[in-house]
């Protein structure tokens, strides 16, 4: 019996040893059709929507390639610029953009990111990073210390801060099964992990998923660029389109001082763990802090709001039958009343037709309407 055991745990083993071989084959493989950058992505920095009266709205981008629009050849086309643009249309305030993310960073470049972007005295910075130590086989734990620590830093100065968490990896072509169902599951975990760490340091999360829509998997021609690796320009636009309204939302709130209270339906809330597990499976799920019944905290922990999440739309109890209430304010739309908590707002223009953002072509860093 000892011995019929015994060849049982060696043929797993070996088995385990074959598998993980096939899975770093898989994985020097990916690397070598993925291009390392050649170029730089173009730069959007600037003053967008100059005409509008007001101090300049501070805006720093912050991550990785996704972040900075590795992939695109216009300044226009890039998620900073896209963002600034829907800010200061909604606003009606004019945006001056900074973009400090860095081709190629895993998390534990925010550090440097971070310390650049302070001189700025950001309003709001946004942070899409995570894919990087996805691929790299970073530390998760090490990864989303660097991540948390990054937003603490910029909310001790002052900064509402946005984090689009870590994207489905898996939705890379050039990576095939089985590495493609481990980096699924890897991004999922990440990201869920980059949301707890993220809301309780006083951030909000949107859920990228797989780059907000199964339409990256259906139709891979348009929304990735021609390396089969980093969104194409109506990739970039549907990302922006999902980070929008939770920017807008965060903005909005900084400026009532995080003081106010929104009524809100108790199907919107979880504690902060389930929120994140959650948001990993719908992609543009924002999620930030709530209160419940006055208190921060449950019996699972931090209480967390829910919203655009599709399970929740048109489903939410009347505001006076509940006793849940969010931290902060939001207003998605930059006037009129505050959106609901649980409905969709209106996102901007849509991918097909990427919010028109430059009249700075050449992305030398001048004004931008």
Not at 37 to 55: I, K, N, S
Request: aromatic share 4%; hydrophobic share 45%.
């Amino acid at each position: 019996m000892a011995r019929a055991a015994a060849g049982a745990t060696g043929v797993s083993v070996a088995l385990a040893a074959a598998g993980a071989g096939v899975l770093l084959g898989q994985a020097h493989q990916a690397r070598r059709i993925i291009p390392q950058a050649e170029a730089p992505p173009p730069r959007g920095d600037g003053v967008y929507g100059p005409r509008f009266p007001g101090r300049p709205i501070s805006m720093v981008i912050l991550g990785d390639s996704s972040a900075a629009g590795y992939g695109v050849h216009r300044p226009r086309e890039t998620p900073g610029a896209l963002l600034a643009t829907g800010v200061s249309r909604r606003l009606r305030r004019p945006v001056r953009l900074r973009r400090l993310a860095v081709v190629g960073a895993t998390s534990a470049g925010l550090p440097y990111q971070v310390e650049a972007a302070l001189e700025h005295r950001p309003d709001v910075a946004v942070i899409v990073v995570g894919g990087n130590d996805v691929t790299h086989a970073s530390a998760r734990a090490a990864a989303v210390r660097h991540l948390a620590d990054a937003v603490r830093r910029l909310r001790a100065a002052g900064a509402e801060v946005v984090v689009g968490t870590c994207p489905d990896i898996g939705a890379i072509r050039p990576i095939k099964p089985p590495l493609r169902w481990l980096a699924r599951h890897w991004s999922r975990q990440l990201a869920a992990a980059q949301t707890v760490a993220v809301v309780e340091a006083g951030g909000w999360t949107v859920s990228l998923g797989e780059l907000l829509s199964a339409r990256f998997v259906a139709d891979p021609v348009r929304m990735f660029s021609a390396d089969q690796f980093h969104p194409s320009a109506e990739g970039y636009a549907r990302a922006a389109a999902g980070l929008l309204p939770t920017v807008m939302s965060a903005l909005t709130a900084g400026a009532a001082g995080r003081g106010g209270a929104v009524p809100s339906g108790v199907e919107g809330v979880r504690s902060l763990p389930q929120a994140a597990k959650e948001a990993v499976k719908t992609a543009g799920t924002e999620i930030h802090a709530a209160r419940v019944d006055g208190r921060d905290r449950g019996p699972a922990g931090r209480w967390a709001m829910l919203r655009r999440h599709p399970w929740f739309e048109g489903r939410l109890r009347p505001p006076a039958a509940v006793g849940v209430t969010a931290v902060v304010e939001g207003n998605d739309t930059g006037g009129g009343a505050p959106a609901t908590p649980g409905e969709a707002p209106p996102l901007p223009a849509p991918a097909d037709h990427p919010v028109p953002v430059s009249t700075d072509p050449d992305g030398d860093g001048g004004t931008h309407d």
